[in-house]
Each structure stands twice: as C-alpha cells, then as structure tokens.
C-alpha cells in the first residue's frame, strides 16, 4: 500500500517526500503458480534422482507447450538467448541477417556471438515491430535472413516479412521471447517462419526460472536442434553432429509445468491491470499508453508508455520521480542495439537509418504490472504521473531533483531535465 497521499508536487518523493512505497515496485516481478504443485514436483525430481538431460519432467514440458501453442515441436532450452543462437546455427544463417535495434540485446548478441553481422532496420512507430520497407532498405547481397521480434508480445507484420524473405531467398525466424500465447490473425505464434524463439525467463508473463524453447513444424530442424543442444548425441557415445549444451532442468520444467496452469489466469490479470492504466492515464495529455489489438490475444505483460514533446518533463526526470517513489520503471530498451557495444562501435552511423528507432527510445517508460500489483498501486502511480504533468520549466523544485536524494542506481538522475 502507498505510505502517503499525492496531492501536489510537494508530496513528491524527487521533492523529498518519503517514498509512497516501502517495499520497490518492480517491471518483471516473477509470476509464481501453484506453490505446493511446484514443491510436489520438485520432490519427484528428487524421488526420480533424475535431474536434467532430457529428464521426464522436460519431457512433459516439450509435450504441454508444443500442444498449447498447437505446433508439432517444442525443443525446451536453458534460457531464450542460447535457444536464439541454436535456432540461428541450425538455419545456416551467415553473412548478414536483418533485425531491428528496438529490442532486448539478446537478438543481436546471438548473431554476433557466432561470427554473424546483425544488420539494424527500422522499425513502426505506431507497434515498435520492424518495418517491412526499411527491411527492404537493408538487404545487401551478404544477407542471409531476418529474424522478426514479437515485441512486447505483439506480432511482428509476419505476411510482410515471409513475403520479402520469399522474393529475396531469405531465411526467416523470429524472436518470440516476449510472445508467448500471443497471436497473429487468430493463430497462436510459434508456427511462423522457420522457427520461433521463447524465452521462460523469470522476468517473462510465463517462466520456469531461467528457460527458452524453439517451437517449430520443421522435423528436421527439430531433430537438428536436439542434437544442437546436447552436444551433438545421438544415443550413447555416438556424437554425429556439432553441438552445445542448452538443456532445460527438469526444476526448471517442472516451474513451467506448474505455472502452465495459472497461465491464462495471470494473463487476464494482467488484461485488466492494463485497462486500469488506460483509464488513469487517459486524460494525461503527452502521455500515451501503447495498445494491444483487442482481436488477438496478448499477455499483456508490458506496460509501455510514451512521454511526447508536449508532457513539460522528460522522460529521463519521470523515470527518476517514479524510482523516488520505488517504483522502478524501465527504459527498455533504451539506447538501442545500435548503441551498445559492440555495435556502437561497429556501426557509427547505423542511427541514419534508424530515426523512428532512436524517437521511440527516448519517449518510452516501462511501468510495473501483475498479479501483486493492485489497482489501487496503479491509480498511485498514474497519479505521479499526473502530478508531473503540472510541472512546468519555471518550477525548479520539480525540474531539478534534490540533489541529497539517493538516485538509485541506472537511474538517469537529472540528466534530461530542461
Ligand atoms: N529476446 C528478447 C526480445 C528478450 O526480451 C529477451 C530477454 C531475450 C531475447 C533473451 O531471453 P533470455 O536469454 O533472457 O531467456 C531482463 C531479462 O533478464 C531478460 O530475460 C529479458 N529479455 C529482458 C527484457 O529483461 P534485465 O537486465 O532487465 O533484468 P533485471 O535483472 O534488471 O530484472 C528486471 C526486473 O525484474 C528488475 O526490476 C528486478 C525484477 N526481478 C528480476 C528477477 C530476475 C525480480 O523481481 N525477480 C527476479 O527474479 O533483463
């Protein structure tokens, strides 16, 4: 509960005010199932002495999810990014492959990791997904395919995309860690292009820990990226193929297995938490909250909000007056890929070509949701941002944050202030 009541920007932690909460209000708290169910499984792992390598309770898992997204293979894996890079090798993708820099590092680094040039196209302001035409911009005869991103589980333009990847001869995947049980046209994702990515992570709408799946109907990339996965084995001491080691744990299946069945429950939470935000932030003006197509599904898992020209503070200062206050938005995923090492370096003047990219990153917050959160929590967090809404340039008590109070750590303290 918050400790205080808001009522101008007096009350204002930045202003310093005590916090309105105790305890930090977090973007990517775990959802956690049924505890017992989970405690009840981990004993079996225990009772069975059988902890990992391809162990029953991963086994089931693959099985749930392929059934629940209905595709024919679920190749589970120890996280998103190792599952990135697997699906990525298995696909023989070289040279150069289009991506777009509006998403989390992760989608660059798998490239990168394996000698691969990511090449950053723009993306839509309106979704924050690639967009088909600068995709289009970006194709160079070293290109070898695109993989999509489903950003915050929303699909990317996947028809474009595999219409592009058709005429050019480009491999197509995509990045579905942020899509798990969302759709496109009515159909779930994890049947488009070559493969699709999951991650579990425990920061994601479903996780199991640490985890990541490459769904695919591909039976041969199927079988190519369980061999991938551990090292190459087929059978006892007969290797026939390159590989790693990107086995899921049987406790990490059995958290899926177990949150698999409060899934649907934490995603109509979280359907509501959203429409709770849009009421409270709908006569905010310069603040928008983004939008999820009401005809298909989506976990509803991000809250993403834009700060336009017209809102008299920053973003950067209203990130700070929410962490003031403990509740710690996010800039996802501020700068960009183009902008992290090794990239920036790589690529000086790739943010020619990534205008809306770069727009969007400066206007984007990522605010907390979830089944912890109230709808109480969120009226008090919209109206902190209504109470900066009334600040303007010529009240430095609001522009210039206290300089005594302690900025949390990343948090971009006064630096974008006017
Ligand atoms: N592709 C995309 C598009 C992705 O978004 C990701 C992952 C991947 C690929 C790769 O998948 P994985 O290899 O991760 O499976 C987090 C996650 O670590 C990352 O999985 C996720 N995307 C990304 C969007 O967010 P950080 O650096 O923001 O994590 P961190 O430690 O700051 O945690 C986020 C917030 O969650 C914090 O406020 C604290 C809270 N938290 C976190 C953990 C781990 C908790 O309350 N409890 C927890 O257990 O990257």
């Keep these: 509960m918050p400790t205080k009541i808001i009522r101008s920007k007096a009350d204002l932690a930045i202003n310093g005010a005590p916090p309105a909460f105790d305890q930090p209000l977090h973007v990517g708290r775990p959802n956690i199932g049924d505890r017992e169910g989970f405690l009840q499984r981990v004993n079996q792992i225990l009772d069975n002495q059988w902890l990992t390598n391809n162990g029953p309770m991963v086994q089931e898992f693959e099985q749930r999810i392929a059934a629940h997204l209905g595709v024919k293979h679920c190749i589970a894996m120890c996280n998103g990014t190792i599952a990135l890079e697997i699906a990525i090798r298995a696909l023989g993708f070289e040279g150069e492959v289009i991506i777009p820099s509006w998403t989390f590092v992760a989608t660059a680094h798998a490239l990168y990791w394996q000698g691969i040039t990511p090449v950053f196209a723009d993306i839509d302001p309106a979704t924050h997904n690639l967009d088909p035409a600068a995709v289009r911009r970006m194709i160079t005869p070293r290109t070898s395919g695109i993989i999509g991103v489903h950003l915050w589980g929303r699909a990317a333009p996947i028809d474009e995309l595999q219409a592009i990847a058709d005429e050019y001869g480009l491999k197509l995947m995509f990045d579905a860690a942020h899509a798990f049980g969302s759709t496109y046209k009515g159909q779930t994702i994890g049947r488009f292009g070559a493969c699709e990515v999951l991650s579990f992570h425990a920061t994601k709408s479903f996780n199991t820990f640490e985890g990541g799946a490459v769904v695919t109907n591909d039976d041969e990339l199927a079988e190519t990226m369980r061999l991938m996965r551990n090292f190459g084995f087929k059978g006892y001491d007969n290797v026939i193929h390159p590989g790693t080691n990107g086995k899921m744990i049987e406790v ?167």
């Design 252 to 418: 990490c299946a059995a958290m899926g297995l177990t949150n698999l069945v409060s899934v649907d429950e934490i995603f109509a939470i979280n359907r509501r938490n959203h429409a709770a935000y849009k009421q409270a932030l709908s006569g905010i003006p310069g603040i928008r909250l983004l939008d999820y197509a009401p005809a298909e599904r989506n976990s509803h898992h991000y809250i993403v909000i834009e700060v336009d020209d017209t809102f008299p503070i920053s973003r950067d200062a209203i990130v700070a007056a929410l962490h003031a206050e403990n509740i710690l938005a996010r800039k996802y995923f501020w700068p960009g890929c183009h902008k992290m090492q090794p990239y920036r370096d790589l690529f000086p003047h790739a943010g020619l070509m990534l205008q809306n990219s770069h727009d969007v990153s400066q206007r984007i917050v990522v605010l907390p949701t979830g089944p912890t959160l109230t709808h109480d929590n969120i009226k008090w967090i919209c109206s902190v941002i209504e109470v900066l809404q009334h600040a303007n340039h010529h009240q430095p008590h609001v522009d210039e944050p206290q300089t005594q109070l302690a900025q949390p750590s990343g948090v971009a303290g006064a630096e974008g202030l006017p």
